[in-house]
């Protein structure tokens, strides 16, 4: 089985405009992501609308993907039609401290759900936070995902695992009012049926959301 790790890299954040671009360690963040990514040896691509993200990667190791309405519509673009590999990780352009364990469990999981991600426990001081994707979750199986605050629940991570099947699936499927409302691309898979398998990991890095999130970054790496 081949597996594959794709990072989707929007240049436009409305929290955090060019982010990607933002420095962490005298890298931007997306090649600190991609780098980390790598690094567990599974063939790593970069897919963004950005000329500028594009150039700081080798060409054969990004994919410009443009009119893509979120991360998951920008890997489909590319599943199947540009690369052919048996399993695809689609680890967000915003998460530092990714990790092999996190893709590997993620990718393990794909043994038992078309579609997978990953959760850990919740820190108390984010539950009220709504950049914190919150879980709701039995039996190794989402059931919903929010932003509001919620005094039960896990912590999502972003980080998703996809079959070659799931871009069948995510093309027969319909876009439900919620997603936007909450702003929230992997509802899609719940409202349509679609069995999205969890798995518990160890997770006590920082996703970069907003400029805060970099600054809270730097402070707990000592930069």
Known sequence: ???AILIPARIDSSRFPEKMLAKLDNRPLIKYVYDKCASTGLDTYVLTDSKRVQSLFPEKNTLFTKDADNGTERCMS???SVLEYDRYINVQGDMPDINEDIIRAVEDELQRSEVSTA???MDFNLRHD???VKMIHTRGRAHWFLRASLTYGDHHLGIYGYNR???IMYGASKKYPEE???KLEQLRWIQNGVKLGVVEVEFNGIEINTPEDLERWQKANGK
């Open 1 to 3: 089985m081949t597996t």
């Open 78 to 80: 590319v599943i199947d």
């Open 119 to 121: 959760y850990t426990t």
């Open 130 to 132: 709504p950049n914190t």
């Open 165 to 167: 099947e799931a871009k």
């Open 180 to 182: 936007d409302i909450e």
